[in-house]
């Protein structure tokens, strides 16, 4: 992101504990408006912890969070998603007992912008015609369509990605990344997980390396080729 731009989301020295267990260790990244930004590591690195306690999810935390210049770390978790900011975790969490439209229309609208049924159908066509599907018998694929698409209805902007491409075939990754893609295109802002460099390189714009619970690298999208050599040997490659 360019230095005179005013990030839409920052992260400075952020501590967390699991119980008595120190998490991460002074994560410190920014976000910019209209940016994909991922966060690549080793499991284990601190990650998904991150998003969670960007979402107060995990509330033994401090540092600073900084959204839209509104410092939201003592904000309940309740209260976030009410500024635009949508996650969607690695488990997903389709709801077992509700089909698919009953999925997608159950969470709030939490601000205006947020994407018709027919946007989201138009955006995710594997889901058109599985309106009375139970959202836990779709393809592994579909369930993290829907799961997005969940967030997309509710007016989010931003939104925090964990490991959407974890175990799917290929042409369902190459589907949600030219989603993403059109995501993007329509100004939204995603801070991703993702272990795939792959899909990665092909949306995102910076990559932040985590180990240890905290940034310890950044790459520019355009440098990763040049760099792969050293990303191998973070992740362990």
Same mark, same amino acid.
């Given at each position: 992101?360019?230095?005179?731009?005013?990030?839409?989301?920052?992260?400075?020295?952020l501590q967390a504990w699991y119980d008595e267990s120190h998490v991460l260790h002074g994560m410190t990244l920014n976000?910019?408006?209209?940016?994909?930004?991922?966060?690549?590591?080793?499991?284990?690195?601190?990650?998904?912890?991150?998003?969670?306690?960007?979402?107060?999810?995990?509330?033994?935390?401090q540092g600073?969070?900084?959204?839209?210049?509104?410092?939201?770390?003592?904000?309940?978790?309740?209260?976030?998603?009410?500024?635009?900011?949508?996650y969607v975790p690695e488990e997903r969490g389709?709801?077992? #007992?509700?089909?698919?439209?009953?999925?997608?229309?159950l969470p709030p609208v939490t601000q205006p912008g947020g994407m018709s049924l027919?946007?989201?159908?138009?955006?995710?066509?594997?889901?058109?015609?599985?309106?009375?599907?139970?959202?836990?018998r779709l393809s592994g694929g579909e369930q993290q369509m829907l799961a997005i698409a969940r967030v997309l209805r #509710?007016?989010?902007?931003?939104?925090?990605l964990d490991e959407p491409t974890e175990g799917l075939a290929p042409v369902i990754v190459d589907q949600i990344a030219v989603s993403l893609q059109i995501l993007k295109?329509?100004?939204?802002?995603?801070?991703?997980v993702e272990q795939n460099?792959?899909?990665?390189?092909?949306?995102?714009?910076?990559?932040?390396?985590?180990?240890?619970?905290?940034?310890v690298d950044e790459v520019q999208n355009h440098a990763l080729a040049a760099n792969m050599g050293k990303l191998n040997a973070y992740l362990g490659v």
């Open positions: 992101m360019p230095a005179t731009d005013k990030p839409r989301l920052q992260v400075d020295n976000v910019g408006d209209g940016e994909i930004v991922t966060l690549i590591g080793r499991n284990g690195a601190g990650k998904t912890t991150t998003m969670r306690a960007i979402m107060g999810v995990l509330r033994k935390r600073t969070i900084r959204y839209k210049d509104q410092d939201i770390v003592a904000l309940a978790p309740h209260k976030v998603p009410r500024l635009g900011i949508g389709i709801f077992a #007992s509700l089909n698919v439209i009953e999925n997608l229309t027919n946007e989201i159908f138009a955006l995710f066509p594997n889901l058109q015609g599985r309106n009375r599907t139970i959202g836990t #509710s007016g989010a902007d931003f939104i925090l295109q329509r100004g939204l802002t995603i801070l991703l460099l792959q899909f990665a390189s092909a949306i995102a714009d910076r990559h932040y390396v985590v180990e240890q619970g905290e940034v």
